[in-house]
């Protein structure tokens, strides 16, 4: 009995609700039709929609996504909040503890007031290590030198110049202009040079023009491939790239080299000279 009262009520309860429904509705349309007649009337709006949004979860959920991912890959303390049941854990001073349980890790960090931080997550188990606060200020400022000393370089870009081997003067000036601007920004250079229709075919002034080129940047570009003839012999082409560091270091102390040789020279010579006046 007590089951089939029960059920009628819960019966009664949705029928009047269905009802107050219907009649909140119908009560809104009659308050709006007059406003709706009238061509100057604003559209009305209704304010239980209006602050609809305050009650959605789905920007806090997208902004608590964002910052989880932001945290994630950033260098800070994990806290309480350890994923894992079983965990590998080392001390502040890189002491191996071996595998723990995150209940027995979090009673040691709170009784050496130490922080947890991630070291690997790809691990079985992930590995983790227990530090300072003064030395995960430390690991940050370490991380941040490496990445201003190593900066991600991207893909590197190749630039592509044709033209003829009967160039006027002035215009390859120009073009090895921008071929040097482009070399400053670390870009590789892709030059092409068609023979031109009054050049024997035995002449190389498409190479002595390659060659030209590169000698207005010593110490800044290379040949990355030597001039190659392609198009059936009809034209010759090569790619200029910038020194690495390495090779920017060699050239350096090459032209240092070949400084104090000459200094030295100069100065034998000199002597040599004056012993002649000497004597004389």
């Known amino acids: 009995m007590a089951a089939l009262s029960l059920k009628r009520l819960t019966l009664q309860a949705v ?19 007059p406003a709706q007649s009238t061509p100057i009337a604003s559209a009305p709006r209704f304010s239980f929609l209006v602050h609809a949004k305050a009650f959605s979860t789905t920007e806090d959920t997208q902004n608590e996504g964002k910052r989880k991912k932001k945290n994630g890959t950033a260098f800070s303390n994990t806290g309480r909040k350890i994923s894992q049941r079983i965990i590998h854990v080392f001390d502040e001073k890189g002491n ?36 300072t606060g003064v030395q995960i200020h430390q690991e940050r400022l370490r991380l941040r030198e490496m990445g201003k000393a190593n900066p991600k370089t ?42 031109g229709k009054n ?18 940047m010593p110490g800044i570009a290379t040949f990355s491939s030597r ?15 910038p020194l690495s560091e390495k090779e920017e270091k060699a050239y350096k102390e090459t032209q240092e ?16 000279s004056n012993t002649l006046h000497q004597q004389f």
């Not at 110049?161 to 090895?176: A, M």
């Not at 498409?206 to 030209?212: L, R, V, Y």
């Not at 392609?230 to 200029?240: E, M, N, S, Y």
């Open 15 to 33: 029928k009047s609700e269905k009802s107050c429904i219907r009649c909140f509705g119908k009560h809104i349309v009659q308050k709006t039709a």
């Open 96 to 131: 191996d503890l071996g595998n723990m349980h995150r209940a027995d890790v979090i009673k040691l960090m709170e009784k050496q007031e130490l922080r947890l931080v991630q070291r690997n997550a790809s691990a079985e188990p992930a590995e983790y290590q227990l530090m």
């Open 154 to 195: 991207g893909p590197t870009l190749t630039k592509e110049l044709t033209f003829s081997s009967n160039i006027g003067q002035n215009d390859l000036d120009t073009k090895t202009k921008h071929i040097q601007q482009w070399i400053k920004k670390q870009h590789q250079v892709r030059i092409t040079i068609k023979k």
């Open 199 to 216: 050049v024997d075919k035995s002449e190389n002034k498409g190479e002595d023009i390659f060659h030209q080129i590169l000698q207005t």
């Open 227 to 241: 001039p190659l003839a392609v198009q059936g012999g009809k034209a010759l082409t090569c790619v200029l790239r």
């Open 257 to 272: 080299i070949q400084e104090r040789d000459t200094l030295n020279k100069d100065r034998g010579n000199d002597k040599e």
